[in-house]
C-alpha cells in the first residue's frame, strides 16, 4: 500500500527554521514528481513547492522563493523541506505528495497528484 509519512513539524519562533521529512513507503517514487502543499485555517490549499520529473527542476510559491528549499534522496525514497526565516503567516498543516506525469510540470494546475501524506502542524509565532 503506497503510504507517505510527514516528520518534523512544530512550534518556532518568527525568524526560526524547520525541516521538514516525507518518507515514502510501499512504492517505488524514482519516477515521480514530489511535491509540499499546505493549508491553513480557512484558505484554501496552497502549493509550496514541487519537483518535477520532466528535467528535475524545482517551483516554488512566490511567497517562500528564497526562504524554502525543496530536495530529495531518491536512495533513501525521502524528500525534504527546508524552511528558513518563517514568518507566522507560513502556519498551517503541510502535506507531502506524488504524482506521475511525462507531459505536466509539477507547478501546473492540472499535474495528477494522487498520493498525499496525512499532514503536519506547523506553527510560527511572532
Known amino acids: 500500500q503506497a503510504q507517505l509519512v510527514e516528520s518534523g513539524g512544530g512550534s518556532v519562533q518568527a525568524g526560526g527554521s524547520l525541516q521538514l521529512s516525507c518518507v515514502a513507503s510501499?512504492?517505488?517514487?524514482?519516477?515521480?514528481?514530489v511535491g509540499w502543499f499546505r493549508q491553513a485555517p480557512g484558505k484554501a490549499r496552497e502549493r509550496v513547492a514541487c519537483i518535477s520529473t520532466i528535467d528535475r527542476s524545482s517551483s516554488y510559491a512566490q511567497s517562500v522563493k528564497g526562504r524554502f528549499t525543496i530536495s530529495r534522496d531518491y536512495s533513501k525514497n525521502i524528500m525534504y523541506l527546508q524552511m528558513n526565516n518563517l514568518e507566522p503567516e507560513d502556519s498551517a498543516v503541510y502535506y507531502c505528495?506524488?504524482?506521475?506525469?511525462?507531459?505536466?510540470?509539477?507547478?501546473?494546475?492540472?499535474?495528477?497528484?494522487?498520493?498525499w501524506g496525512q499532514g503536519i502542524q506547523v506553527t510560527v509565532s511572532s
Open positions: 510501499g512504492f517505488t517514487w524514482d519516477d515521480q514528481a
Open positions: 505528495a506524488t504524482g506521475k506525469s511525462s507531459y505536466y510540470y509539477c507547478s501546473g494546475t492540472a499535474f495528477p497528484w494522487d498520493t
